[in-house]
């Protein structure tokens, strides 16, 4: 089997197998996979198959982002959530209903397969001679490697286990580091996010002199095939400093929350994205998702395909991810303040009929757009650093806060403080997130016991927070001993 072969087979199988499949076919893998680590290019390709894994449609193609995880954080109020689809029972948090599971269990186990391999080529990294690795290769290869592992389990963390704010001490998920046919017991909450720390600074060890977008080392096409090149797209040095600014947001430690978020802000590697990129004539020149902010982002070759009948195409706007106008047009963005907010202007269309129209977010369309713009999903983006200097810095919250709105072309500003100051936080992250997967993730690190989702979102309604935490699959709970 030739490598590209290899690839796709990777591939494959972390898509279509549990991890217990996976194993029953190391013996052969083995031997592959001693052929596929014989060379530098054989690391470069295993960690291209982990990113194309992670760009599966039943994860950050879809599911973990502006489907099932922005479906359960009320995201949406009509459209696909009334069409008798998984989604209409998600939305209704009917976990245990079997189109539901399906989709909970494809994220848990695709996660985990993306881990064994991350787990396997760290393995045969750590074997490997280092001398048969260009220039800084190795440690970027390690570093990227590491900071995968740790987002993956922060995301796997945040959707299956409790809270940290309520749970920090309860069963979580089990932190894999190994590959092999161990059974990695569960870890508390606590336990997982200091796994997950560990990892992040092993990561930042490794790549705060190797990759080129702290180094500051020029890199063109013709140095090592461009390898290095468009670090937005691999789990950069910034995207490991992103990720632990929102891990410790997630167990309350601001001080370092915001010295985190402080240094990717600071590194002016990441700017605000101009009007002149937005509000173009040309709608196939429209900059959707913002792309000089995004700090680490998949390239994702069949989003068009995934999107396509979601967030736009010619199937009724029931089969569609959509919500009433009256939440968009009195809530979150009312014309007193926000009419010309670039995100309502530009980003959300309007369908349906005078008595019922609805808005669909526009940001991951990907017909008829320049090839430059279109492929992407923002996984950590700019904005989000923001977002949690004003939580953490309360103080200066406002402030914060009305640096986002300045670069979206609202002039209002915010003025709130208290309560008040994180209901504010909470519309910002709708407002620049929806389609991300953000939303969920907010309500649940407050252990908020109320969301916006009454009669036409028109006010908070009771939200029971044990709904934060998505059933493990059963397989797992049984052969894993999990409770």
């Given at each position: 089997?030739?490598?590209?072969?290899?690839?796709?087979?990777?591939?494959?199988?972390?898509?279509?197998?549990?991890?217990?499949?996976?194993?029953?076919?190391?013996?052969?893998?083995?031997?592959?996979?001693?052929?596929?680590?014989?060379?530098?290019?054989?690391?470069?390709?295993?960690?291209?198959?982990?990113y194309?894994?992670?760009?599966?449609?039943s994860?950050?193609?879809?599911?973990?982002?502006?489907?099932?995880?922005?479906?359960?954080?009320?995201?949406?109020?009509?459209?696909?959530?009334?069409?008798?689809?998984?989604?209409?029972?998600?939305?209704?948090?009917?976990?245990?209903?079997?189109?539901?599971?399906?989709?909970?269990?494809?994220?848990?186990?695709?996660?985990y397969?993306?881990?064994?391999?991350?787990?396997?080529?760290?393995?045969?990294?750590?074997?490997?001679?280092?001398?048969?690795?260009?220039?800084?290769?190795?440690?970027?290869?390690?570093?990227?490697?590491?900071?995968?592992?740790?987002?993956?389990?922060?995301d796997?963390?945040?959707?299956?286990?409790?809270?940290?704010?309520v749970?920090?001490?309860?069963?979580?998920?089990?932190?894999?580091?190994?590959?092999?046919?161990?059974?990695?017991?569960?870890?508390?909450?606590?336990?997982?996010?200091?796994?997950?720390?560990?990892d992040?600074?092993?990561?930042?060890?490794?790549?705060?002199?190797?990759?080129?977008?702290?180094?500051?080392?020029?890199?063109?096409?013709?140095?090592?095939?461009?390898y290095?090149?468009?670090?937005?797209?691999?789990?950069?040095?910034?995207?490991?400093?992103?990720?632990?600014?929102?891990?410790?947001?997630?167990?309350?430690?601001?001080?370092?929350?915001?010295?985190?978020?402080?240094?990717?802000i600071?590194?002016?590697?990441?700017?605000?994205?101009?009007?002149?990129?937005?509000?173009?004539?040309?709608?196939?020149?429209?900059?959707?998702?913002?792309?000089?902010e995004?700090?680490?982002?998949?390239?994702?070759?069949?989003?068009?395909?995934?999107?396509?009948?979601?967030?736009y195409?010619?199937?009724?706007?029931?089969?569609?991810?959509?919500?009433?106008?009256?939440?968009?047009?009195?809530?979150?963005?009312?014309t007193?303040?926000?009419?010309?907010?670039?995100?309502?202007?530009?980003?959300?269309?309007?369908?349906?009929?005078?008595?019922?129209?609805?808005?669909?977010?526009?940001?991951?369309?990907?017909?008829?757009?320049?090839?430059?713009?279109?492929?992407?999903?923002?996984?950590?983006?700019?904005?989000?650093?923001?977002?949690?200097?004003?939580?953490?810095?309360?103080?200066?919250?406002?402030?914060?806060?009305?640096?986002?709105?300045?670069?979206?072309?609202?002039?209002?500003?915010?003025?709130?403080?208290?309560?008040?100051?994180?209901?504010?936080?909470?519309?910002?992250?709708?407002?620049?997130?929806?389609?991300?997967?953000?939303?969920?993730?907010?309500?649940?690190?407050?252990?908020?016991?109320?969301?916006?989702?009454g009669?036409?979102?028109?006010?908070?309604?009771?939200?029971?927070?044990?709904?934060?935490?998505?059933?493990?699959?059963?397989?797992?709970?049984?052969?894993?001993?999990?409770?």
């Amino acid at each position: 089997m030739d490598m590209k072969k290899y690839i796709v087979y990777l591939v494959a199988v972390f898509l279509f197998s549990s991890c217990e499949e996976w194993l029953d076919v190391k013996p052969k893998s083995e031997i592959e996979g001693s052929e596929l680590f014989s060379t530098e290019q054989g690391f470069k390709d295993a960690l291209t198959g982990i990113y194309t894994a992670m760009s599966a449609e039943s994860l950050y193609g879809c599911e973990m982002t502006y489907g099932l995880v922005d479906v359960i954080g009320d995201a949406y109020y009509s459209g696909a959530i009334y069409s008798g689809t998984a989604y209409a029972y998600a939305r209704n948090h009917q976990y245990d209903q079997t189109s539901v599971e399906a989709l909970i269990n494809t994220i848990w186990s695709g996660c985990y397969n993306a881990i064994a391999t991350i787990n396997n080529t760290l393995e045969n990294l750590e074997q490997a001679d280092s001398t048969m690795f260009a220039a800084d290769n190795y440690n970027v290869i390690k570093g990227e490697l590491l900071g995968l592992r740790a987002f993956l389990h922060f995301d796997l963390l945040r959707l299956f286990a409790p809270s940290y704010a309520v749970g920090a001490a309860e069963n979580a998920i089990p932190y894999v580091t190994t590959y092999g046919y161990e059974i990695t017991p569960q870890s508390t909450v606590g336990e997982v996010i200091d796994y997950i720390l560990t990892d992040l600074e092993d990561a930042v060890a490794c790549l705060e002199t190797s990759d080129p977008i702290v180094t500051g080392r020029e890199i063109t096409a013709t140095d090592d095939n461009g390898y290095l090149l468009n670090r937005q797209f691999h789990f950069n040095y910034y995207a490991a400093k992103a990720t632990m600014a929102n891990v410790y947001l997630y167990t309350g430690d601001h001080a370092n929350a915001r010295k985190y978020a402080l240094e990717v802000i600071d590194s002016g590697k990441f700017p605000w994205t101009s009007v002149d990129n937005v509000a173009t004539s040309a709608v196939a020149d429209r900059d959707r998702t913002f792309t000089s902010e995004q700090i680490f982002a998949l390239q994702i070759t069949d989003l068009a395909d995934y999107v396509l009948g979601k967030l736009y195409g010619t199937l009724q706007y029931s089969a569609q991810l959509t919500t009433y106008s009256y939440w968009i047009e009195y809530t979150l963005f009312p014309t007193a303040t926000h009419a010309t907010d670039w995100r309502y202007t530009y980003f959300l269309t309007t369908e349906g009929t005078a008595s019922s129209s609805y808005y669909i977010t526009s940001k991951l369309w990907q017909e008829d757009m320049n090839e430059d713009l279109v492929q992407r999903m923002p996984l950590i983006r700019l904005p989000e650093m923001y977002l949690i200097l004003a939580e953490a810095d309360a103080e200066n919250g406002a402030d914060y806060l009305n640096t986002i709105r300045e670069h979206r072309g609202v002039t209002a500003r915010v003025v709130a403080t208290g309560d008040a100051l994180l209901d504010e936080i909470g519309l910002e992250t709708y407002r620049e997130f929806v389609g991300e997967g953000k939303l969920f993730y907010w309500y649940k690190r407050l252990n908020r016991e109320t969301h916006w989702g009454g009669y036409y979102f028109y006010n908070e309604v009771a939200f029971d927070p044990a709904l934060y935490v998505l059933p493990m699959p059963e397989e797992e709970i049984e052969f894993g001993n999990r409770h």
